[in-house]
Each structure stands twice: as structure tokens, then as C-alpha cells.
């Protein structure tokens, strides 16, 4: 090269891409969730051996915080409750992510240029998985709102009481990320029979593992 080239135009600019990595719920994985739904998430040993015994391995996970991972690949968090990502919103360029990573794990798929509108229907797509087992949700709300780190949003949760706990269905912020990106995940966690459900601004903090 020439010491007068100068690079033409976008030649050093990082491109930054949206995806979407999904992991999806299937039949037989939504039907080992309700059962984990029906246990006493007070006692962490009665919970894990229930997860090893479905065959989820506590091998190592995608983060460090990875308590199991089942046969489909999805990492699963929490000791006093199950926090499962499915599904993963983010942006792919850059210093900070150069590499599609939920994408490359295995058993996930991602796409490329994807938007929310693909998030939302992933997500739309797993509640009505579980709406085929259990009926339609008790608790079906959308929030509107913003968050300084991913702009405006639109999340819908849905909810059903099992035997004492709560399963729900929805999005929040990845941790993994510092809160730049979303996934929505199935969480289940002790929730009385007669407390109320949490309004759809208040489901972002009450997911926590």
C-alpha cells in the first residue's frame, strides 16, 4: 500500500449487527419445567437432584454462574429458584462483543440482522408452549417503557401458580452484558398462594437468580 492511501469510505469502520440466538422450548422440556414447578424450591438438594435426574449436567456452563445445563443446551441459574434463558436479543461488532457467542453455543441457533420484533415472537412462541399444558396464563401483562441502556421496550410476562410457586414466562436484561443486552428466560420461584401477581413493570426485579 502507499504511504498516500487513505482507506475508502466504512473501510475501518466496525460494523454493529443485531441477533437473535434462540433455544427453544419444546414439548418435553415445558413438561419437565411444570414438574420442577410442583417442587419445594425452599430445598436446594431436593431441586438439584431433580434437575439431575432429567439428565441436565452440571458441567460447565456458558458463564460462571451456570448451575445446570439440560440436554438441549439451555444454562440454568439459581439455587432458590430457575432462571433459563431461551432466548438472547443483543448486538454483534465492536471491541466490547466482536463474536456472535450465544450463537456458537451448543444447541443454540442465532440470526443474523434480527430485531425485536423476532424476540417477541420467540418469546410469544414459548408462552403458547406452555399455554398447550397448563392453559391460558393466569397473568398475561405487557409493559411499556425505557431503560437508558437498551432504549425503549415493549415486554410481555406470563404467569401460572403451581403448588406454591410461580412459573413465568418473559424477558429482562442480561446480566451477562451489564444490562446492554435481553433475554427472556422461564422462571419459577416460591410465591404464595395468596399473594398477588406482580404488576408488568415489577416482573424485571422480581426475576433474580
Excluded: K
Excluded at 438472547?88 to 457467542?101: A, K, N, Q
Amino acid at each position: 500500500m502507499s504511504e498516500d492511501h487513505e482507506p475508502e469510505h466504512g473501510e475501518d469502520e466496525m460494523v454493529i449487527e443485531s441477533y437473535v440466538a434462540e433455544c427453544r422450548i419444546d414439548a418435553e422440556l415445558a413438561d419437565q419445567l411444570i414438574g420442577l414447578a410442583d417442587l419445594a424450591w425452599s430445598d436446594p438438594d431436593v431441586t438439584g437432584r431433580a434437575m439431575r435426574d432429567l439428565g441436565w449436567t452440571a458441567d460447565e456452563g456458558p458463564t460462571d454462574e451456570t448451575r445446570f445445563v439440560t440436554t438441549a443446551g439451555h444454562a440454568v441459574y439459581g439455587d432458590y429458584c430457575l432462571y433459563l434463558p431461551f432466548v438472547h436479543y443483543y448486538m454483534v461488532g465492536g471491541e466490547l462483543w466482536p463474536d456472535d457467542f450465544w450463537g456458537s453455543q451448543p444447541g443454540w441457533s442465532s440470526q443474523r440482522d434480527a430485531g425485536r420484533q423476532d424476540f417477541e415472537a420467540c418469546v410469544d412462541a414459548a408462552i403458547e408452549r406452555f399455554a398447550e399444558c397448563l392453559g391460558p396464563a393466569e397473568w398475561d401483562v405487557r409493559t411499556e417503557g425505557r431503560n437508558i441502556s437498551i432504549g425503549s421496550y415493549s415486554w410481555r410476562y406470563a404467569a401460572w401458580r403451581r403448588a406454591g410457586n410461580i412459573l413465568v414466562v418473559g424477558p429482562t436484561l442480561d446480566g451477562y452484558s451489564y444490562s446492554q443486552d435481553e433475554e427472556a428466560v422461564v422462571y419459577i420461584s416460591e410465591f404464595a398462594p395468596d399473594r398477588p401477581f406482580p404488576a408488568a413493570a415489577d416482573f424485571l426485579n422480581f426475576m433474580r437468580f
